[in-house]
Nanobody, 123 residues
Framework: QVRLVESGGGLVEAGGSLTLSCVSSGDTENFNYMGWFRQAPGKEREDVAIIGRGSLTIADSVKGRFTSSRDNRENTIYLHILKAKPEDNGTYYC??????????????????WGQGTQVTVAS
């Protein structure tokens, strides 16, 4: 059974940094793409980072402040939040796409999702 578990959320001061982790378990060897998404209260879920086996795509809205990395040995991906802003508040989810060799364009393309971890930025 595949599971994705996020952790690392919490309270961070504006301008501070935070690193989120997403550990996957089960049949993960075909996770060609994994993504980080966030959902602010009252807003739709949006993508912030998509990490492939050799690629990284960061959303324009967070470019320059967010980055992501992948440790295949540990089946873990990370989201590094730098210079946090109040608009970064929300629940952060990781997701995995099985197979495929093109960058996912829609959230519906992802096969597995974590339960989310909450990030609160104190202004």
């Amino acid at each position: 059974q595949v599971r994705l578990v996020e952790s690392g959320g919490g309270l961070v001061e504006a301008g501070g940094s935070l690193t989120l982790s997403c550990v996957s378990s089960g049949d993960t060897e075909n996770f060609n793409y994994m993504g980080w998404f966030r959902q602010a209260p009252g807003k739709e879920r949006e993508d912030v980072a998509i990490i492939g086996r050799g690629s990284l795509t960061i959303a324009d809205s967070v470019k320059g402040r967010f980055t992501s990395s992948r440790d295949n040995r540990e089946n873990t991906i990370y989201l590094h939040i730098l210079k946090a802003k109040p608009e970064d508040n929300g629940t952060y989810y990781c997701a995995a796409k099985v197979g495929g060799w093109t960058l996912p364009e829609r959230q519906s393309e992802y096969d597995y999702w974590g339960q989310g971890t909450q990030v609160t930025v104190a202004s």
